[in-house]
């Protein structure tokens, strides 16, 4: 059985050096395995041991190799990536001999993070879309229909002292096929001149 020091956080390069940024909210943890432990079965107790969702997050595990055993390698290699059984159990057989630190990322998966995007993409049932242009009920030519003016006019009536003509001059003509009525203004007859005094008496 071997004890296994995980620390939660990341791995990421500095100039052509690998540095894992550690969480310190998450912090390590032990977890005991061996040769007879699955890797989806260690997965799930570093999720529960974490208090992480496995529904909505994948674990990603990664080592450095050991310091002897870097020197015959590129100062700029990754990380190790434990991907399966296979993986893992090497990484177990590392373990017998060297103290390596395995380094756990946890990521959100595409299927949770889909569903949660999906899900506030939803409108909410009973809401209706509001329409930007409602219709209007009122007709334009129905606005200034029967108003009545300050002075107790309606708009039917027509003040046509305010153009010089007497009303008892106006006569209302009905339309033939319009219904609109027109007004006719009659001209007044033109009186004779006064006569003078002197014609007054050659008419007698």
Known sequence: MEHIILVSGKWKVQKTKWLSDVD???GSILVAANEDTRLEDFVKIILEDYGVDFAENDVELRYL???QNQHKQS???PPVKIGNDRQFYAFLGLCKVENVRLCVEFKVNRIGGKGAVEY???PIQGDEPLCEDEEDTDEEGDRFDYCDDSDGATS????FTTYGIPPDHVEEVQGSSTNMISARVVKTQEREPPMSISDLRLKR
């Open 75 to 77: 100062i700029d290699t």
């Open 156 to 159: 039917d009536d027509e003040n």
């Open 120 to 122: 506030q993409k939803q």
């Open 65 to 67: 190799l050991p310091k």
């Open 24 to 26: 310190n909210e998450r």
